[in-house]
Structures are given as structure tokens and as C-alpha cells.
């Protein structure tokens, strides 16, 4: 039952994702040279923490140690982690639920003549043999998913002994969990009065702009840990841009804006929306 439950889940996440690709609303042409770019700079943008330049995530991914390593981009949506690891000279394949994402990712590596294995797949049901991949790559996708702990086993499964995982999910002590949606939206203007908690919360995470997605779920930085356990060495690390504090408690009393930013930097770091995750096999 609960299985049939998660496919049914799945296909509603899956039409969702298909029919509005994570391109950060992009008004350039689609596949173009400015369309990608423009997507590549939002990502730099919203992530000060894991790059001081490019590529992106240079603060965290090993790119000089995957020179000819093999690579997995799981959820790859427009391709721009994608090419990272490929122009690191890395084996990359890549896989989404969704058959936009695919095409999007493919044109991106048509534009820059890359190469890799670039196909439609399934978090939960990874199409690729046991201990196939050096490093597994995940920016988000896992909390969209129904079966998260069924995922994070099948990326124990195509990693090598020893291969490694990055992946990023959301906060449950996050400012934007308790204070914008759980406490703001839901308690403050009713919300939890016609919603229930998971449905507040797919409605003001990604997607809010129009409407919510179909489900989006936040974890504790100990939750996470227990989730990754199968793994024998697993870190945990919370992360955000400080200017986040700017709008605390709320966009029209930004008494954010007065504090040190050293201390704003170690707020975030403590309520920031996304926990970097880092395993081992």
C-alpha cells in the first residue's frame, strides 16, 4: 500500500518538476548562451558559502582529485553541476526524473561540445550496476522524493569502496522552517487552520512564486545524520548566505541589517536553510 502511495506521490512530483524546471524563471532563450549563464550566476549568487569563484562549489567538491574519476550528477535539472564536473575532466553521467530536465542538460552540453551519459532516471531506482561511481554528486532532489531513505541506499550501492557522496538538503531548524513557515505563515496568518504542516510547507519552499511544489521535506542536522548512517563516515554542516538575517523578523522591521556581519555569518551557519551532507563508503 505504502509503496503504491509513494509511486502515486512520485508521479504527481515528477509532472510538477517536469512542467517548471528549476531555471530560476531565466527570460532568455532557452538553450542559449545567456539562459545558462543566467541560471549559473543565481546558483553563484545564492551560494556565497561554497565558492569564492568558479566553478561552482570549488569550496567542497574535490574537482582536482575526480580527473578521470567517475562521477554521478544525481537530480541534474538544467545541467549547470553537471558541466562543473565535466569540465573538470571528470567521467560524468548524469540522470533526472524528469524528461525536461534531460533535454535541458543535453542542449547545455551540445552548446560547450561536452561529453557524458546524460539520461532519464530515478533517485530511488538508480539505473547503473553496483560500485560503478567515484563520487556521487546531490544538490537538493533527495527531499523531494518520497522514498529519501531508499535513495540515499542506492547511492551506497553505485558508489566504489571508498567513493564518496555530496549532497545538499534542506533545515528543519532553519529561520525559513520555523520562523517564515511553521511560525509565520502557519501559526500567525492561519495558515495551519486549512493546511496541514507538509502541505505548508511544499507551498512555501521551492516554487512559492506559483503555488508550492508537491513535496518538499525538511530534515534536522541529527536527523540527517541517522538517515546517512549507512554509510560508515558521514558529516553534517549547516550553511546560508548571512544576508538572509537582513530580512529578520520581517522584510518591513529588518533589524537583521543591524547586526555584525561575522555574527549574521554564524547565525546562518547555525539557521541557515541547507546542510551540506558529506559520506564515505
Known sequence: MMDSQNEALK???????????????VKKEEGSWAFFRNIDRKIFKW??????????FSKFVP????????????????????EQFARAGAKISA??????????????????HLEGDIRVGDAERIPYPDETFDYCFVWGVLMHTPNT?????EIYRVLKKGGRAAAMMYNKNSLHWRWFILFGKGILRGGLLRRSVQELTNRYTDGAEIGGNMLTKFYTPQELWRMWSVFPRVTVATYDNPDILDVF???????????PR????????????SVWIEAKK
Open 11 to 25: 508521479s504527481k512530483v515528477k509532472s510538477w518538476w517536469n512542467n517548471y524546471p528549476f531555471t530560476y524563471f
Open 47 to 56: 551560494c556565497p558559502w561554497a565558492h569564492d569563484g568558479y566553478p561552482l
Open 63 to 82: 574537482y582536482g582529485e575526480l580527473v578521470g574519476k567517475k562521477v554521478l550528477d544525481i537530480g541534474c535539472g538544467s545541467g549547470w553541476s553537471t
Open 95 to 112: 540522470i533526472d526524473l524528469t524528461e525536461k530536465a534531460i533535454e535541458l542538460t543535453k542542449k547545455r552540453f551540445a552548446l560547450y
Open 149 to 153: 531513505e531508499g535513495a540515499i541506499r
Open 249 to 259: 523578523p520581517h522584510r518591513f522591521l529588518p533589524f537583521g541589517k543591524l547586526l
Open 262 to 273: 561575522k555574527l549574521k555569518q554564524k547565525l546562518a551557519n547555525r539557521f541557515g536553510l
